[in-house]
């Protein structure tokens, strides 16, 4: 194996291991999303056993609009994670991204890690791969990688503060935008774009105005912070704790990139934790949710822990489709929904 594959699979064992171990949460900083209330209604007229929470995203049918979020591939766990990851997504008719394929381009080790569609042959699978290292000679081998893997669609992470964190990050990102336009046309795969915890808010949306992407997942502030993660890989202490809290909270991430792309679908991410996160979500204008770091506990023990974890996850959800009288999910994104400040309950427009 090449040496350079092998200094990024003891990265990715070492992401996984701090996300196991250290306070990689934000910790000063939230979703945005507990200043929201859904309005409760007593008088609902659904019935929880027909409340249906399907969707469609990126073109597949999806039993509900949950995702679960891009961690790995490449070190020897991955391959169990992502098994386990994409057999409890085939069970609940969700769909999955794997993380970033660069590892496996040309490896054909490491492309076992990543090799899912036998226990998953009917989920949305979305691949992966960083805007940094995303360059015109890449494309082949990409499009090998998504094809190997049977992917639906292509994720491409954006994540500046993440890679100025790292020893010897991909830091130059001029001319990322116009790469990732260039691309997204010529790429046989729709794109997805997303951060990985910081946020894709105003700035960078109006940058996609005329990007033909897919989609595009907020991964914003007030779950795990990869700035954080990666100054415990690095110096194995938070030496930034201002860049550690930095981003834009998903609930700010969604609205602006609502605003600023009506017709592109979009996926709240970053701290989305239960049903009512994904619910209040939903309502805001999520096409779907994606969650990713409390999954990885549960992906290392079994499929049946991933099944369980989102099974619980769902059920929350579909309560509170009922609990506010919505028996879809199109009922529920007409409802009002509520922003807290400190004395009343303001509608949110
Ligand atoms: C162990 C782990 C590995 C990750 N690897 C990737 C990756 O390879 N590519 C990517 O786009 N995002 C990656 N992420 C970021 C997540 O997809 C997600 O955007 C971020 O963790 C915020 O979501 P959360 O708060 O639900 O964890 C990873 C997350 C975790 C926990």
């Known amino acids: 194996m090449a040496p350079a594959t092998n200094g990024m699979e003891s990265r990715k064992a070492k992401h996984i291991d701090v996300c196991l171990t250290e306070a990689v949460d934000y910790q000063t900083v939230s979703t945005g999303l507990e200043r929201y209330r859904l309005p409760y209604n007593a008088l609902t007229q659904t019935s929880l056993g027909t409340i249906d929470i399907s969707a469609e995203f990126l073109g597949v049918r999806l039993a509900a609009p949950v995702l679960i979020g891009a961690m790995t591939g490449g070190a020897e ?32 080790v490491a ?27 890449l494309v082949p081998e990409l499009i090998e990688a998504l094809d190997k893997v049977g992917a639906n669609a292509l994720a491409v992470h954006t994540n500046p503060l993440q890679e100025a964190m790292q020893h010897r990050g991909d830091t130059d990102f001029s001319g990322s935008a116009a790469r990732l336009r260039d691309i997204t ?41 990869w700035a954080r993660v990666e100054q415990y890989v690095r110096y194995g202490e938070i030496r930034y704790p201002a860049l550690a809290e930095w981003g834009i909270p998903t609930a700010q991430a969604l609205q602006e990139v609502r605003k600023a792309l009506p017709g592109v679908q979009l996926v709240a991410s970053g701290g989305i934790r239960t049903g009512m996160d994904a619910a209040k979500a939903l309502a805001m204008g999520a096409d779907a949710v994606a969650v990713a770091r409390p999954l990885l506990k549960p992906a290392i023990e079994s499929t049946a822990a991933v099944f369980d974890w989102l099974q619980n996850f769902i059920a929350e959800l579909q309560i509170c489709l009922h609990g506010c009288g919505a028996k879809n999910l199109a009922a529920l994104r007409t409802l009002p929904l509520y922003a807290q400040t400190d004395k009343w309950a303001q509608k949110c427009e």
Do not use: W
């Open 185 to 225: 046309r010529s790429i046989r795969y729709p794109v997805m774009l997303k951060e990985v915890g910081h946020g894709i808010g105003a700035a960078a949306a109006a940058e996609l105005v005329d990007c033909p992407i897919a989609a595009v997942d907020v991964a914003g502030a007030g779950g795990t912070s």
């Open 77 to 108: 766990l991955s391959g169990v994670i992502n098994r386990n990851l994409a057999a409890a997504a085939q069970k609940l008719g969700l769909g999955m991204m794997l993380g970033s394929q660069r590892i496996m381009l040309g490896d054909d």
């Open 111 to 137: 492309s076992t890690s990543f090799a899912v569609r036998d226990v998953a042959p009917d989920a949305l699978l979305i691949g992966n791969i960083g805007l940094a290292q995303l360059t015109d000679d």
